[in-house]
T-cell receptor
Framework: DGGITQSPKYLFRKEGQNVTLSCEQN?????MYWYRQDPGQGLRLIYY???????QKGDIAEGYSVSREKKESFPLTVTSAQKNPTAFYLC??????????????FGQGTRLTVV | GDSVTQMEGPVTLSEEAFLTINCTYT??????LFWYVQYPGEGLQLLLK?????DKGSNKGFEATYRKETTSFHLEKGSVQVSDSAVYFC????????????FGSGTQLTVLP
C-alpha cells in the first residue's frame, strides 16, 4: 500500500544528544514536510522540501536539520541545540504542481521525549 | 502572512447532536481549504477539501463550504457519533506560500453516548 512511514513511533532522548527521525514515502510525491505538534496547539512547520537536494526552513527550524538525498526519504535530526524537543513530530508529503493544490498525506507520527 | 483561526475547544456533544466548528482564514493568494481529523496518537487524515469559492467539500456526513466573502470554512455535521470524537484541524494551502499548509490550533470534539 502507498503511504508515509515514520519511525520510530516513540523515541527517548537524553539531554545533549542528537536524534534522527525517519520519514519514508512511496507515493512518488515531490514535496515533503516536517511539522511539530505540541499539546493543545496546531501544527508548526519545521522544514519542507519540494525537490531532491533542496529544502527550506519553516517557522521553527532552529535546533533542527534535514536532508533530502532521495525523493522518498526526508529524515529530521533534532539536535542538542533544540532546547525543548519533547513533542509529537509529523511528516507529510504532497504533489507539488504549479496550479494544482492537493492535500498533504501524513505519517503516524513520532513522539519524542527528553529524559 | 497566512493564518487560520479556529473555534476554541474543547467541544462536548451528545450523540446525534448537530456539530459546527467555526474556521476563518486570512491569505495573500487564492487558497485551497481543508479539514483534517486526528484520532488519538495518530497522524492527520484529510476529511474534506474545497479549492475555490462556493465549493462544498463533503465526506462521512461532514460538510464545509468555501465562503470567500466571509473568509470562512465552517465544518458541520447533522448528527454526530461517538466515533467522531477526535481533534479537527482547519488548514489552508496558499499559492503564495509554496503550497505548504497553514493550520488552525485544532478543536477537540468529544461525543458522549
Amino acid at each position: 500500500d502507498g503511504g508515509i512511514t515514520q519511525s520510530p513511533k516513540y523515541l527517548f532522548r537524553k539531554e545533549g544528544q542528537n536524534v534522527t527521525l525517519s520519514c519514508e514515502q512511496n507515493l512518488n510525491h515531490d514535496a515533503m514536510y516536517w511539522y511539530r505538534q505540541d499539546p493543545g496547539q496546531g501544527l508548526r512547520l519545521i522544514y519542507y522540501s519540494q525537490i531532491v537536494n533542496d529544502f527550506q526552513k519553516g517557522d521553527i527550524a532552529e535546533g533542527y536539520s534535514v536532508s533530502r538525498e532521495k525523493k522518498e526519504s526526508f529524515p529530521l535530526t533534532v539536535t542538542s541545540a533544540q532546547k525543548n524537543p519533547t513533542a509529537f513530530y509529523l511528516c507529510a508529503s504532497s504533489i507539488a504542481r504549479e496550479a494544482v493544490y492537493t492535500e498533504a498525506f501524513f505519517g503516524q507520527g513520532t513522539r519524542l521525549t527528553v529524559v | 502572512g497566512d493564518s487560520v483561526t479556529q473555534m476554541e475547544g474543547p467541544v462536548t456533544l451528545s450523540e446525534e447532536a448537530f456539530l459546527t466548528i467555526n474556521c476563518t482564514y486570512t491569505a495573500t493568494g487564492y487558497p485551497s481549504l481543508f479539514w483534517y481529523v486526528q484520532y488519538p496518537g495518530e497522524g492527520l487524515q484529510l476529511l474534506l477539501k474545497a479549492t475555490k469559492a462556493d465549493d462544498k467539500g463533503s465526506n462521512k456526513g461532514f460538510e464545509a463550504t468555501y465562503r470567500k466573502e466571509t473568509t470562512s470554512f465552517h465544518l458541520e455535521k447533522g448528527s454526530v457519533q461517538v466515533s467522531d470524537s477526535a481533534v479537527y484541524f482547519c488548514a489552508l494551502s496558499d499559492s503564495g506560500s509554496a503550497r505548504q499548509l497553514t493550520f488552525g490550533s485544532g478543536t477537540q470534539l468529544t461525543v458522549l453516548p
